[in-house]
C-alpha cells in the first residue's frame, strides 16, 4: 500500500464485490412472497450478513490505512499525534516485563527526545476490532488513527442495536423477526456507514491529515 491510487482502489475494490453481495440478497427477499415464511427467514439470517460486512468492511478500510501512513517512513516529528502514541506503545509493549512505572517514564523519555526518530508504526497487524465492532470500539478506532468520528456518531444506537445486538441474538439462535421493510432500511443504513469509513479515510489519505504539518 504504497501510493494513494493503491490505498483508494483497495477501498473501492473491497466495497464493491460487499455491495454486489449484499445488494443480490436483498434482491432474493424482495423476490420471495411477501410475509412468507422464506421471507421471514431470509430477513433474519441478512442481518448477521449486514454486520459481516460491517465489521470486515470497517476493519479492512482502517487497516489499509494504517498500513499507508505506515509506509510513509515518517519520523514521530512529522505524524500527527496518534500514530506518535501508536508507535511508542507498540515499542512499550514489545519489552517484555517492563513495570507500570517504567512504562510511564520511558514513554515520556521517547515522546521528548523521538521526534527525529523513524516511526515504528504497527501496520502489519492491522487494526483489531476484537470481533465485536460496536459503536464505543468502532469511535475508538478512528481516534487512534486521528480520523473524525463524529458524523457517524448519531448512528451509536443504530451500530450497537439494530446492527450488533440482533446479530448477536439471531447467532446465538435466539427468534428474531425481522419483516423485509426493516431489512431494507437497515441495508441501505450500513451500506452508508461503509461507505462513510471509505470516505473518511480516503480523505484523509489525500489530505494527509496523518501529518502533524502537511506538506504545501
Not at 473491497?14 to 455491495?19: E, G, L, N, P, S
Not at 470497517?58 to 494504517?66: E, N, R
Not at 510513509?72 to 496518534?82: F, K, S, V
Request: hydrophobic share 35%.
Amino acid at each position: 500500500m504504497r501510493t494513494l491510487v493503491e490505498l483508494q482502489d483497495s477501498l473501492d475494490e473491497d466495497f464493491a464485490w460487499r455491495r454486489s453481495e449484499l445488494h443480490s440478497y436483498l434482491g432474493t427477499i424482495r423476490r420471495a412472497k411477501t410475509e412468507s415464511t422464506t421471507q421471514r427467514t431470509l430477513c433474519r439470517a441478512g442481518v448477521p450478513l449486514l454486520y459481516a460486512h460491517w465489521e470486515g468492511y470497517a476493519k479492512h478500510c482502517l487497516s489499509m490505512y494504517l498500513q499507508y501512513v505506515g509506509r510513509r517512513r515518517l519520523t514521530y516529528g512529522e505524524l500527527h499525534p496518534a500514530f506518535v502514541a501508536l508507535g511508542h506503545e507498540a515499542a512499550l509493549d514489545s519489552q517484555e516485563g517492563i513495570s507500570a512505572a517504567r512504562r510511564v517514564v520511558r514513554r515520556a523519555q521517547a515522546i521528548l527526545t523521538g521526534d527525529s526518530t523513524r516511526a515504528q508504526i504497527p501496520w502489519r497487524r492491522g487494526v483489531d476490532t476484537q470481533s465485536n465492532l460496536n459503536s464505543t470500539r468502532c469511535f475508538d478506532l478512528f481516534e487512534s488513527l486521528g480520523l473524525d468520528s463524529s458524523p457517524i456518531q448519531t448512528k451509536a444506537r443504530l451500530i450497537d442495536y439494530e446492527l450488533l445486538r440482533v446479530r448477536n441474538e439471531i447467532a446465538h439462535g435466539q427468534y428474531l423477526s425481522v419483516d423485509a421493510d426493516s431489512y431494507e432500511e437497515l441495508h441501505l443504513e450500513v451500506l452508508g456507514i461503509m461507505d462513510f469509513v471509505r470516505n473518511a479515510v480516503g480523505t484523509a489519505a489525500e489530505n494527509q491529515t496523518y501529518r502533524r504539518c502537511k506538506e504545501l
